[in-house]
């Protein structure tokens, strides 16, 4: 349970735009929803297995909470951390996460929403797939890099991405005033012919978390950055933004 919790909370709530996400599960999958208070990013995450505790549909609001009760010390060892149910239309369901410490002298309660409130409150709009120009793998070198520009040009939120001579490059700023690019990927394959422009502190986030990373890039105005923790994919779909 707790090796799950972590995940969750690593992969959505330390990226700092994400506080509130959604669950759903049934006997043969698991699923997550969340998205940026700003609307910049949706994530959309399945976990490997189905996971029997999450069977139903209920939301985990204020991640940060949950992310300070699995890093106390208090439930750092031999905690018990169960699903709380309660019966509603004659079945049960999961309302909530109960923490005890080894010694039962600390304990604690963390409410899910119902269904009823987390679909009202979290509506996405489902993504229905585009067609990818560009995949590739980042490589730690290229992240660092990106960082690099990022802190050259703290005042641009945006970059361009574009592909030049076989590279994928990333553009900050214009000609206009300061200004610079660099090869992301070298020697890629396929063309992007649109300037799209991306959330640049979003991107970095997304890009730091640790798994398995593929990123992709489409003319049609979105990106998605797909992360592989071992346990759960987790999908980070980008809206094109404007200046």
Same mark, same amino acid.
């Given at each position: 349970?707790?090796d +799950?919790?972590?995940?969750?909370?690593?992969?959505?709530?330390?990226?700092?735009?994400?506080?509130?996400?959604?669950?759903?599960?049934?006997?043969?999958?698991?699923?997550i929803?969340?998205?940026a208070?700003?609307?910049?990013?949706?994530?959309?995450?399945?976990?490997?297995n189905?996971y029997?505790?999450?069977?139903?549909?209920?939301?985990?609001?204020?991640?940060?909470?949950?992310?300070?009760?699995?890093?106390?010390?208090?439930?750092?060892?031999?905690?018990?951390?169960?699903?709380?149910?309660?019966?509603?239309?004659g079945?049960?369901?999961p309302?909530?996460? +109960?923490?005890?410490n080894?010694?039962?002298?600390?304990?604690?309660? +963390?409410?899910?929403?119902?269904?009823?409130v987390?679909n009202?409150?979290?509506?996405?709009?489902?993504?229905?797939?585009?067609?990818?120009?560009?995949?590739?793998k980042?490589?730690?070198?290229s992240?660092?890099?990106?960082?690099?520009?990022?802190?050259?040009?703290?005042?641009?939120t945006?970059?361009?991405?574009k592909?030049?001579?076989?590279?994928?490059?990333?553009?900050?700023?214009?000609?206009?005033?300061?200004?610079?690019?660099?090869?992301?990927?070298?020697?890629?394959?396929?063309?992007?012919?649109?300037?799209?422009?991306? &959330?640049?502190?979003?991107?970095?986030?997304?890009?730091?978390? &640790?798994?398995?990373?593929?990123?992709?890039?489409?003319?049609?105005?979105?990106?998605?950055?797909?992360?592989?923790?071992g346990?759960?994919? +987790?999908?980070?779909?980008?809206?094109?933004?404007?200046?």
């Amino acid at each position: 349970m707790k090796d +799950y919790l972590n995940d969750i909370v690593q992969h959505t709530h330390s990226l700092g735009f994400i506080d509130l996400i959604k669950v759903q599960g049934s006997d043969t999958e698991t699923s997550i929803e969340g998205l940026a208070e700003d609307r910049s990013v949706i994530v959309q995450a399945k976990f490997k297995n189905p996971y029997a505790e999450f069977i139903g549909t209920f939301g985990m609001p204020n991640l940060n909470k949950l992310a300070i009760l699995l890093g106390i010390q208090e439930y750092k060892d031999d905690a018990k951390i169960t699903i709380s149910k309660q019966e509603r239309n004659g079945s049960e369901v999961p309302v909530g996460l +109960y923490f005890e410490n080894v010694r039962g002298d600390f304990k604690n309660d +963390y409410r899910f929403m119902t269904s009823e409130v987390i679909n009202d409150k979290l509506k996405i709009v489902k993504f229905k797939g585009v067609k990818w120009n560009v995949e590739i793998k980042p490589t730690v070198a290229s992240v660092q890099r990106l960082k690099m520009q990022a802190q050259v040009h703290s005042e641009e939120t945006t970059f361009v991405a574009k592909t030049e001579d076989g590279n994928l490059k990333f553009y900050f700023g214009d000609h206009s005033t300061h200004a610079g690019n660099f090869v992301f990927a070298p020697d890629i394959t396929g063309d992007l012919k649109h300037g799209w422009q991306w &959330p640049v502190q979003q991107v970095i986030s997304i890009l730091s978390l &640790p798994g398995d990373i593929t990123m992709r890039f489409s003319d049609e105005g979105a990106s998605m950055i797909t992360v592989d923790s071992g346990m759960i994919t +987790y999908d980070y779909i980008l809206p094109a933004q404007s200046k």
